[in-house]
């Protein structure tokens, strides 16, 4: 478990040639309940390797048919997959720098996309990159130690937690109090130099694009994927 209602799934593929995917997109999945066919994505939480792994991170939803489904494999079963979909991926232009916002399971894109950005932080000596994670408290914070190890490792990357629900006297050096979007004051945005990724929350991504819009950004300086939460 990644924390007490989120857990890291991974699955092989027997795809041949191997299943492919740009860091960022999602898979979905595709099961029956009570006659019906249901479907469920989730984005893609390792890099691409061409050896059919697909790893994703998925929370618990109490009486959720997918949840039934996913918390309840054993090792060695199946299930079945369409993909990969989606949009949220590194566009070719690299920026000043990189803003990644996400809230919960909307973080795993991120993850995916680590070694791309090492890549680039290294041809490009002055992009910086801002990482930030909303979730309720401590123990909800996803891969915060692999996000941590990549901003110690690259100074000119930065990693922060937003508790929304955590006592504010007991943060620590990388954690912040409140939602995640109210970190935006604190950033000096730049419309011309930043580019903006949001997943996750519906009402989290909404709110920061009508904030980002107001400073000014264009359409094409905000990628965002909407995490619909359902049963």
């Not at 048919?65 to 990969?84: C, E, R, V």
């Not at 070719?92 to 070694?115: C, H």
Request: proline share 6%.
């Amino acid at each position: 478990m990644l924390s007490p209602n989120v857990k890291h799934f991974i699955f092989r593929s027997d795809l041949n040639p191997a299943f492919d995917f740009i860091p960022g997109q999602f898979i979905t999945i595709h099961f029956e309940r009570d006659g019906k066919i249901l479907r469920r994505s989730y984005s893609i939480a390792n890099v691409p390797e061409q050896n059919n792994i697909i790893e994703f991170a998925a929370g618990f939803v109490e009486g959720g048919p997918g949840s039934d489904l996913l918390f309840n494999l054993k090792p060695g079963d199946a299930i079945d997959i369409n993909g990969p979909f989606g949009r949220l991926i590194l566009k070719d232009e690299v920026p000043k720098r990189y803003i990644f916002v996400a809230t919960s399971t909307g973080i795993t894109p991120y993850r995916a996309m680590l070694p791309a950005l090492q890549k680039r932080l290294e041809e490009n000596k002055l992009l910086e990159v801002v990482i930030l994670q909303g979730v309720q408290k401590r123990e909800d914070i996803l891969y915060g130690d692999e996000f941590l190890r990549f901003a110690k490792e690259h100074p000119r990357v930065s990693f922060f937690a937003h508790l929304s629900r955590e006592n504010e006297h007991h943060l620590l050096d990388h954690e912040r109090r409140g939602y995640v979007q109210t970190a935006f004051p604190t950033l000096a945005l730049n419309p011309e130099q930043d580019l903006v990724y949001l997943c996750g929350n519906p009402g989290m991504i909404d709110e920061s694009f009508a904030y980002l819009k107001d400073k000014g950004f264009d359409m094409q300086r905000i990628v965002r994927e909407k995490y619909i939460s359902s049963k």
